[in-house]
Structure formats: structure tokens, C-alpha cells
């Protein structure tokens, strides 16, 4: 089985600051990806990057980046240089290589942006 | 540009009602999923398929059953609405080959329904 652990139910961060949201995972799966989502008040889930498990480089997308650290079974997102819109729900996600990739979410946490 | 459309953005129901949540998608995928989502609880899987009338259970299916008789919809069926079925429900799909983990999996989700119970 997989889990997904998200221990920060929120955090508070400075406009332009850098904030990394944290995430554990389990699985027994030889290969998995993994995934980040952000959403904001409307209620969308919105996709916003993907680390395999295999990969050789960590994740980058924008000023989103993955710090991911396989022996540890982590997968941290890093936001640089926080803006007010970065203020919303952040869900740390996994799924296993199969014939049905289904998704695996944690808790979640609230990242506010103060100005 | 939508691409995973729910039926309802709001619904509310009354308790012992059978509830239809309707989820179309235009992308051609193959895995279809119903979550839902409570706070401090996360989202949760009650039921995906993988293909036109399949159908496997996820991690909380009871009091839910699902149809997807064509590719692109597939429903979730509250057989018997109960105040504790009250929450927010969140469609997604994806494709089905592990090489598209490119995009991540290309996994989408719709903008969700609110469902009371009342």
C-alpha cells in the first residue's frame, strides 16, 4: 500500500520569501511518481509538478522545484520566491507503476502568503 | 477549454435520496476517478475505472457504486444519501500509459461538487 505524509497542517511565509512544504511517502512499488497540487480557494486542483522515481535530477518547473531524496522518502516542494496567489491548499501525491495509476493523496497543508 | 466537467457545482440532498454526480471528460482518457475530499482528511479514492465498464473499488467505497458505460462519463451513485456522505467531491482522469508520466500522468481534475445531506 502507499501513503503519503504531510505533518505542516499550515504554514505562514513572507512575500518573496522561499518556504518548503514537506512530504514522506511510503510504497513498495520499484517504481512510482510523484506529485504536487495546489488548490486555491475556487476549489481546483491544480497540477503543478512530477518527480519519477528514477529520475537522475530533481524536478524543476517555474519557481517550483522538488527536492527529492529517495533514501529518505522524501519529496519536498521548494517555492521560491513566494507571491500572495501561492496562498492555497498544497497535496503531496503518489502513484504506483501499473495498469491503473491511481493516485494517492496526503492530508494536505495551507500555505499562506503574507504581504 | 474545459476538459473534466462535473454536472453540479452544488447539490443538496435529502437524507435516504439516490444521488447521481455526473463527470464527462473530452480528453480521451483511459482511468476515470471519483475522490472525496474533507478537510484535514485529504482526498480520498471511492472508486476509478480503467477502461469502459470496469471498475475497482478504492479506499472508501462503501455506500457509493459507480457506471461507465461510455469512455468519456462516468458517475458516482449514492444509493442512499446519509448526512455523513456530506462533502465535497472531486472527479479526475488520466491516461493509462506509464510513459506519460511526462505530464504527470496528464491527470485532471474537475472543479468539483459540494453535496449536502440534509
Known amino acids: 500500500a502507499q501513503k503519503i505524509t504531510q505533518t505542516q497542517p499550515g504554514m505562514f511565509v513572507q512575500e518573496k520569501e522561499a518556504v518548503t512544504l514537506d512530504c514522506t511517502y511510503d510504497t513498495s512499488d520499484p517504481s512510482y511518481g510523484l506529485f504536487w497540487y495546489k488548490q486555491p480557494s475556487s476549489g481546483e486542483m491544480i497540477f503543478l509538478i512530477y518527480?519519477?522515481?528514477?529520475?537522475?535530477q530533481n524536478a524543476t518547473e517555474g519557481r517550483y522545484s522538488l527536492n527529492f531524496q529517495k533514501a529518505r522518502k522524501s519529496a519536498n516542494l521548494v517555492i521560491s520566491a513566494s507571491q500572495l496567489g501561492d496562498s492555497a491548499m498544497y497535496f503531496c501525491a503518489m502513484a504506483g507503476q501499473g495498469g491503473s495509476e491511481k493516485l494517492v493523496f496526503g492530508k494536505g497543508m495551507k500555505l499562506t502568503v503574507n504581504p | 477549454d474545459v476538459k473534466v466537467t462535473q454536472s453540479s457545482r452544488y447539490l443538496v440532498k435529502r437524507t435516504g435520496e439516490k444521488v447521481f454526480l455526473e463527470c464527462v471528460q473530452d480528453?480521451?482518457?483511459?482511468?476515470m476517478f471519483w475522490y472525496r475530499q474533507d478537510p484535514g482528511l485529504g482526498l480520498r479514492l471511492i472508486y476509478f475505472s480503467y477502461d469502459v465498464k470496469m471498475k475497482e473499488k478504492g479506499d472508501i467505497p462503501e455506500g457509493y457504486s459507480v457506471s461507465r458505460e461510455k469512455k468519456e462519463r462516468f458517475s458516482l451513485i449514492l444509493e442512499s444519501a446519509s448526512t455523513n456522505q456530506t462533502s465535497m467531491y472531486l472527479c479526475?482522469?488520466?491516461?493509462?500509459?506509464?510513459?506519460?508520466?511526462?505530464?504527470?500522468?496528464?491527470?485532471?481534475f474537475g472543479s468539483g461538487t459540494r453535496l449536502t445531506v440534509v
Open positions: 480528453m480521451d482518457h483511459e482511468n
Open positions: 518527480q519519477g522515481s528514477y529520475d537522475q
Open positions: 479526475a482522469s488520466s491516461y493509462n500509459p506509464w510513459d506519460r508520466a511526462r505530464d504527470g500522468y496528464g491527470y485532471t
